[in-house]
Antibody, heavy 120, light 107 residues
């Protein structure tokens, strides 16, 4: 059974940093692209970052580019999101997700999510 | 960036009815359209990818259609567990954009 378990969320002041982790199990982690998707309170879904199988390629939307860094440790089946210079608009539930498909890009498994609150 | 516009934003229906949710892409996404369901307090769940392909384990009362820029999700014979929010997603290109969501509520 595929499982994705996020951790590391919490309350952080604007301008500070936070690192999220995602522990994966139930599949061969190193074979899949992985991603982070977030959801602000009572809002829709927003893709945040994607990383290739080896970690050599990463992708971000403009809203977080230069502030967030996605990384992975295939030996530990773990995914990370380093968030720097946090803003109030980064307040959201952050989901770790597995990228399914190749030509068509979709998220086929999601973690339970971890809440990040950016506030003074 | 490809913009994804869903309609309606909310919808009220009764158990047993059929409903259709639409998603309009700002440019041709060549059938690379994905649908998710999200129940309150839960993570999103993949329903359909490639506009029409049902994910394993998803009931056949869910179906997807469309091409180019216009896509639809149809739910036949609504069940109590179907009342949730639904999101479409651009599966073609980066950035991976989502529609704003449709909340399906019990009438």
């Amino acid at each position: 059974e595929v499982q994705l378990v996020e951790s590391g969320g919490g309350l952080v002041q604007p301008g500070r940093s936070l690192k999220l982790s995602c522990a994966a199990s139930g599949f061969t982690f190193s074979n899949y692209y992985m991603a982070w998707v977030r959801q602000a309170p009572k809002k829709g879904l927003e893709w945040v970052a994607t990383i290739s199988t080896s970690g050599s390629r990463t992708y971000y939307p403009d809203s977080v580019k230069g502030r967030f860094t996605i990384s992975r440790d295939n030996a530990k089946s773990s995914l990370y999101l380093q968030m720097n210079s946090l803003k109030s608009e980064d307040t959201a539930t952050y989901y770790c997700a597995r990228v399914g498909g190749s030509y068509i890009y979709y998220f086929d498994y999601w973690g339970q999510g971890v809440m990040v609150t950016v506030s003074s | 960036d490809i913009q994804m516009t869903q309609s309606p934003t909310s919808l009220a229906a009764s158990v047993g009815e059929s409903v259709t949710i639409t998603c309009l892409a700002s440019e041709d996404i060549y059938g690379s359209l994905v649908w998710y369901q999200q129940k309150p307090g839960k993570s999103p769940q993949l329903l359909i990818y490639g506009a029409t392909i049902l994910e394993d384990g998803i009931p056949s009362r869910f179906s997807g259609s469309g091409s180019d820029t216009q896509y639809s999700l149809k739910i036949n014979s609504l069940q109590p567990e179907d009342f949730a929010s639904y999101y479409c997603q651009n599966g073609l290109s980066t950035p991976r954009t989502f529609g704003g969501g449709t909340k399906l509520e019990l009438k």
